[in-house]
């Protein structure tokens, strides 16, 4: 397998600390006991069409998306990433009882078009996909083989992308081989062009850059690309973030989409018996498993929303593995001799100015008219909320754009760091960039500053205060805290009364869906920022139609979206990124408050090793690869 890496340091540069640094475009693959991967450390330089940026190598690459030519010399490594094969490894007995506790376990509808948890079902080794998500010994992040032995890319990057199937892999409850069949089922069903009701959790970005993908024979398909860049693969391929995991195209035939709200199938060294909401997820061991037979027989993942009770259950013997503790808990639990799971992912805890729905047509120029909520081209009449402003008043505009800035303004985000996170956070004021980032400007830095935010509050005609709602939902880092400590600052400093909803987030979720939430969201833990292309189109519902949203529609933030879809130039790409950041300071309907790491915390007196796959979505707890998780 030839991969090309681009210089990481320069790269971080370019995307705003987003999660392209150091992602991979793989490009081309084989398979076999062993993948040996080829390294190649450049220089971002000369243009390559169809790469996420410019690039100089060694050599020619051959079987990329394009031809590098040679302008500079540079050190190649090769490293050797091993891929489990059926009938390689040692044979394994399961055994034990795992048992982890996390904050939300969500709920499951295992059909891809009605799938808002699917990157949480991939975590739990019942799903599995085209190509996984791999880390070498200095912590380069690659591509190789899963369910697909082999890929290429068409010439120009774009125009296709072939996958060759493994054969001899099973579904789980005997419903047969997969093939490629299953493999176009599962993304075609997700992907909004073809399903126009999906609510997949990344079928607005999948609409947006994949057509549709064919089927070329039993065990071949095709991905027609409108749109490519070097992280779809590693986005939406493999188990990395919010990939399209493989489920079984003659169960879904079956049984239809409501049974698929019952049973899980897909082909994964665990098997799903029961995926019940506000319970848990319980799971058995399949083996022998053609990629890697589990070492633990069962595992019971249980919803426990208090973050107490998780950490007692972990003290106490009760759960091996606990997930979204409060950071302030991080310090003695680990002096007690509880260790940190090896992935973790430095995530922002920020909220939207929910409400603010200021567009009236999708990106293909379809209107929203339906007057009826939950329909999927419902527009939502813009409520008396002094938070949401309304383009077609000016004066009600300006006003609203004023309380968001004074709200902004009156959280002291260095006392809630200090107080609340342990000593691991970090302050934030821009969603998904950190401070620290050669692309941050301190003019979008947010002062605590109540004497302006009061004089804001005045000017905008609510020098009293007014009541406000928003949804807390489970805040990963700091527990229920963060949202008492906010909602006690803007009441000291604005007169502003807090209603705090706090209904779990799979609830909550289809006010999202449906354009007719109005609360603030808040949002814990893991958020993505608003300036990745492709991924942030699900910020929006404007590519689509019933899409995820933050409760938002902002125009300019479509209108760069599908601008840095077809941009190379790094440097219009910075400018694009400043741009958004520059009009969300100003208008404030993106609001940073801290940056904290997540990750799981186990007992390493029952827990013997744990090889985790690399983590780009920070949900299940921080737990992935449960599969390779070995008890004592």
């Known amino acids: 397998m030839l991969r090309m890496f681009t210089d990481t340091r320069r790269l971080r540069a370019l995307v705003a600390g987003a999660l392209l640094v150091a992602l991979t475009a793989a490009l081309a693959a084989c398979g076999g006991e062993t993948t040996v991967t080829v390294v190649e450390t450049v220089i971002v330089e000369k243009e390559v069409p169809g790469a996420v940026t410019t690039v100089i190598v060694e050599k020619e690459v051959p079987g990329a998306a394009s031809t590098v030519i040679v302008e500079k010399e540079v050190q190649v490594t090769v490293l050797a990433v091993a891929t489990p094969t059926a009938g390689v490894e040692a044979p394994i007995e399961p055994r034990g009882r795992l048992v982890a506790a996390i904050s939300n376990v969500y709920f499951m509808n295992a059909s891809p078009r009605y799938c808002p948890a699917c990157s949480v079902q991939a975590r739990t080794g019942a799903v599995e996909f085209l190509l996984q998500a791999v880390r070498d010994e200095q912590g380069n992040i690659g591509i190789a083989p899963m369910l697909a032995e082999e890929w290429t890319q068409s010439d120009d990057g774009l125009s296709y992308t072939d996958f060759k199937i493994r054969k001899g892999v099973d579904f789980h409850d005997g419903y047969g081989e997969m093939t490629a069949e299953d493999v176009a089922f599962s993304w075609n069903d997700a992907n909004p062009n073809i399903v126009p009701d999906s609510v997949h959790d990344t079928g607005g970005a999948i609409g947006t850059i994949l057509d549709h993908v064919e089927v070329l024979d039993e065990n071949n398909v095709r991905f027609h690309w409108k749109q490519f860049n070097a992280s779809i693969l590693l986005k939406y391929v493999t188990n990395f973030e919010e990939g399209i995991g493989i489920l079984s195209k003659d169960f879904f035939d079956e049984v239809g989409d409501e049974g698929m709200r019952e049973k899980l199938i897909g082909t994964g060294p665990l098997q799903m018996d029961r995926w019940t909401q506000h319970d848990g997820a319980y799971l058995t061991a399949i083996g022998p498993h053609w990629r890697k037979t589990s070492f633990v027989e069962t595992v019971s993942i249980l919803e426990v929303p208090e973050g107490a009770t998780r950490k007692a259950m972990l003290q106490t013997g009760q759960a091996q593995i606990v997930g979204d503790l409060p950071l302030k808990d991080w310090n003695s639990l680990t002096e007690a001799g509880f260790q940190i799971a090896p992935e973790r992912k430095l995530g922002d805890s920020s909220f939207t100015m929910a409400g603010n729905y200021w567009e009236t047509k999708l990106s293909d120029g379809t209107p929203f008219t339906s007057s009826e909520p939950g329909e999927l081209l419902y527009l939502p009449a813009l409520e008396d909320k002094p938070w949401i402003g309304d383009p077609t008043n000016p004066a009600k505009h300006e006003s609203a754009k004023k309380v968001r800035q004074a709200l902004a303004m009156a959280i002291d985000r260095q006392a809630l760091v200090d107080v609340l996170t342990g000593g691991f956070g970090v302050v934030s004021h821009m969603p998904g960039i950190q401070n620290s980032d050669p692309l941050f400007q301190s003019e979008w830095e947010i002062p605590f500053d109540p004497d302006a935010a009061r004089a804001l509050m005045a000017e905008a005609g609510y020098a009293d205060g007014f009541d406000i709602e928003w949804w807390g939902g489970p805040a990963v ?86 601008a840095m879809s077809a941009e190379l130039d790094p440097t219009k790409l910075e400018e694009m990124i400043a741009e958004l950041y520059d009009w969300n300071r100003e208008w404030m309907v993106w609001v940073g408050v801290y940056q904290a790491p997540s990750a799981a915390l186990f007992d390493p007196k029952a827990v013997a090793s744990w090889q985790m796959a690399p983590e780009g979505k920070g949900v299940l707890g921080m737990m992935n690869s449960i599969e390779y998780i070995e008890l004592k």
Do not use: C
């Open 477 to 562: 880092a700091t527990d229920d805290t963060i949202h008492e400590a906010i909602a006690a600052m803007w009441l000291k400093e604005l007169n502003v009364n807090s209603t705090i909803d706090q209904q779990n987030y799979s609830s909550f979720r289809p006010t999202l869906v449906n354009r007719t939430n109005t609360k603030l969201l808040f949002s814990g833990g893991n958020a993505h920022v608003p300036v990745v292309w492709p991924q942030d189109l699900n910020a929006t519902s404007l590519s689509r139609p019933g899409g995820y949203n933050r409760a938002i529609e902002i125009p300019i933030w479509r209108d760069t979206y599908n």
